[in-house]
């Protein structure tokens, strides 16, 4: 099986290949287009600012390569939130192929800290990226800006207010968790990805 | 629920785990990824690494220790220790760190909270305080503690959090390694008066010790080395305990 990491201007990108090693899976790290379009999986990580690492995908043309992407691809974070529409972060159109927009967390109380950084919970799971669970897991977070629900949420985090925390539409999946930072449960989540 | 996180502290010399009491008296503790990944297994929800060696060799060695850390460890690790600019930042999170942490380099160049969360995102720096009460209040240490500054801890915490920190360490220093109870007045305090987390350390003795800092303390997480790698508390327990007394971790 191939699969293939998108190489660009974010952070992290190395903690998903470790991840997958410990599964015993060897990774391509790559910005090659032939290498991404033909790979088995493409797994589409992430951290940094949304409009920067927008406009670098532009400038490299990924962002047309990845909406294109036939095979299943995963968005982790902020791969997750440039998947959709638009975010508040920058004030960047982002690839679009989730029709919503990204927000910033308004914290309500004194307690509401953003960014929403730690371990909490899944609840309402509904893809295949969480097969085989049995009760609400916790995984880690760490993410100032929110997608709301809609009609393709995967699984919903009350943090402030109830919001995505993965999505699904055909070949696209997306999270806004690290599940190569979230232990045991996390690892069921990369395995079910590569079982697709 | 955001869960109230458990983070054992992982002082490295020379590649090997250490812990001081009251910052001297170095005991050796074991393999810093075995004892890491022990730590992962049984539920530890973060791990911080701190590289406690002066020299530059240390510095490649205790690189080389993140990037096996990175490797084998499923769950988030800060690295603190001998941070003192962007480029040490750059050479730690490239080596697979998800946060770093600074302490006295901060002090000495505040700018560099600034620059750290510009160029990584807020989320990446804590900014960790040693601080001691003295008869002017609370003020801050430089230096593992050894050198005094006029530093308030609120006030720069203060600070570090307007700077763009994503988390602050407190550490109190009166309460470092006696294990009698965290600085829980101190820490609701800072709970209150920042709008970040406040992950608590130093003093932890026993399982009501981390209750009473995440209730009187108000702390997001507690941090602890000795008890955990002495095996005078297990983080399994201790987790059941602390859902039993209704604080919400992860089990």
Partial sequence: MNIAIVKYNAGNIYSVDY????????AVITSDKEILTKADKVIFPGVGEAETTMNYLREQKLDLLIKDLKQPTLGICLGMQLMCRHSEEGNADCLGIFDIDVKKFQPKRHEDKVPHMGWNTLTNTNSDLFKGFEKEEFVYFVHSFYVPLNDYTAATTDYILP???????????????HPEKSGAVGERILRNFLDL | MLAKRIIPCLDIKDGQTVKGTNFVNLRKAGDP??????YSEQGADELVYLDITASHEGRKTFTDLVKRVAANISIPFTVGGGIHELSDVDRLLSAGADKVSINSSAIKN???IDDIAKHFGAQ??????DAKQTKFGWKCFLNGGRIETDKDLFDWAKEANERGAGEI????????????????????????LLT????????A?????????????KADAALAASVFHFGEIKIPELKHYLCAEGINVRL
């Fill in chain 1, 19 to 26: 991840a997958l090693k410990r599964l015993g899976v060897e």
């Fill in chain 1, 163 to 177: 919001y995505s925390s993965a999505l699904h539409k055909d070949n696209f999946y997306a999270t806004q968790f």
């Fill in chain 2, 33 to 38: 990824v075995e004892l890491g990944r022990a």
């Fill in chain 2, 110 to 112: 505040p700018q560099l």
């Fill in chain 2, 124 to 129: 990446v720096c804590v900014v960790a305080i």
């Fill in chain 2, 169 to 192: 360490l407190f550490t109190s220093m009166d309460h470092d390694g006696v294990k009698t109870g965290y600085a829980n007045e101190a820490l609701a305090t800072l709970s209150d």
């Fill in chain 2, 196 to 203: 970040i987390p406040v992950i608590a350390s130093g003093g």
């Fill in chain 2, 205 to 217: 003795g026993n399982m009501e010790h981390f209750k009473d800092t995440f209730v009187k303390g």
